[in-house]
């Protein structure tokens, strides 16, 4: 089965980890000492981290060779260059030749404070002291691969970075895909052969209303699979067996539980009512039945 576009960029940023930082690349090349050289040289005031990167240019007597080098044969990217890069992977095409322009261009189909991001998968940025800082790729559930250094993982929530916005390229959602993952919180994509906490609970969530996936163990096997096409199909989405954001927000909406009829306002109530009945009322209400009782035997 063909990848969708959202896992081709994923699974090309995670492909890139441990990928080198360099200043000004974008994928284009694979790194070696001449390429240090010479973006160094393109930009000044990023030679010395260049350099200090670089364990043969470190040490003016070593050839430049890349053997025995962790980054040997990896391609170079800086940051921006490698959110390009994998976004174009999957056709999605963003301009701007730094973070800054990256963020302003029109690439965004919409972009917002990072507190209201939606679990897709879309850019995020580091917008600190009036400047665009730093951009990765915010992957789901919560999770960025970025290159800072190198290309690596972090959070949204408690991560190294202080991510402050993000933005969903233009051609990768659509406008009630976008809508919906509003709704879901940081829920993974999963499809046939994924595991995990996050599958137990979809398959308990599918078994509370009706679409049986057997006992509930984590594995997103083949009734699974039918359990979820089965809910799809019922309820207008997709019919592909996959769990993304517009399946995640049909299946919350599906198990939320139904608020209770109004009680109206003549409706007796269940509970007795406690009264406090003081000792002097008791006997005053004693005194009153007795002048009862004898005005009664009179008339009879």
């Given at each position: 089965?063909?990848?969708?576009?959202?896992?081709?960029?994923?699974?090309?940023?995670?492909?890139?980890?441990?990928?080198?930082?360099?200043?000004?690349?974008?994928?284009?090349?694979?790194?070696?000492?001449?390429?240090?050289?010479?973006?160094?040289?393109?930009?000044?005031?990023?030679?010395?981290?260049?350099?200090?990167?670089?364990?043969?240019?470190?040490?003016?007597?070593?050839?430049?060779?890349?053997?025995?080098?962790?980054?040997?044969?990896?391609?170079?990217?800086?940051?921006?260059?490698?959110?390009?890069?994998?976004?174009?992977?999957?056709?999605?095409?963003i301009t701007g030749g730094f973070v800054g322009r990256q963020w302003s261009d029109a690439n965004w189909a919409e972009k917002g404070d990072i507190a209201a991001m939606p679990d897709l998968v879309c850019c995020v940025f580091v917008y600190k002291a009036g400047k665009w800082k730093h951009t990765g790729l915010h992957i789901g559930g919560g999770r960025i691969i970025h290159c800072s250094g190198e290309v690596k993982y972090d959070t949204v929530i408690g991560g190294a970075n202080q991510w402050t916005h993000y933005a969903v390229p233009k051609g990768l959602y659509t406008p009630e895909e976008i809508k919906a993952a509003h709704k879901g919180g940081f829920m993974r994509t999963m499809k046939k052969g994924s595991t995990g906490e996050d599958v137990r609970e979809l398959q308990e969530m599918l078994d509370g209303i009706g679409y049986a996936c057997g006992t509930p163990d984590g594995v997103f096997g083949n009734?699974?699979?039918?359990?979820?096409?089965?809910?799809?199909?019922?309820?207008?989405?997709?019919?592909?067996?996959?769990?993304?954001?517009?399946?995640?927000?049909?299946?919350?909406?599906?198990?939320?539980?139904?608020?209770?009829?109004?009680?109206?306002?003549?409706?007796?109530?269940?509970?007795?009512?406690?009264?406090?009945?003081?000792?002097?009322?008791i006997q005053a209400a004693v005194e009153r039945l007795e002048a009862l009782a004898q005005t009664l035997r009179g008339w009879l």
């Open positions: 089965m063909s990848l969708t576009k959202q896992e081709l960029i994923v699974q090309t940023a995670a492909s890139l980890l441990g990928c080198p930082y360099i200043y000004g690349t974008w994928g284009k090349w694979v790194c070696t000492p001449p390429l240090r050289r010479r973006y160094a040289n393109y930009n000044p005031e990023q030679k010395a981290i260049t350099y200090k990167r670089c364990q043969r240019l470190r040490d003016s007597s070593q050839k430049d060779t890349c053997a025995g080098c962790k980054y040997e044969g990896k391609l170079a990217f800086d940051c921006r260059g490698f959110t390009h890069y994998c976004l174009a992977q999957a056709g999605i095409e009734l699974t699979a039918y359990a979820v096409k089965s809910f799809q199909r019922d309820n207008n989405l997709t019919v592909d067996g996959v769990v993304g954001p517009a399946t995640w927000a049909a299946l919350e909406k599906a198990t939320e539980p139904e608020d209770p009829e109004p009680m109206p306002d003549d409706h007796p109530t269940t509970d007795a009512e406690t009264v406090t009945v003081s000792r002097d009322d």
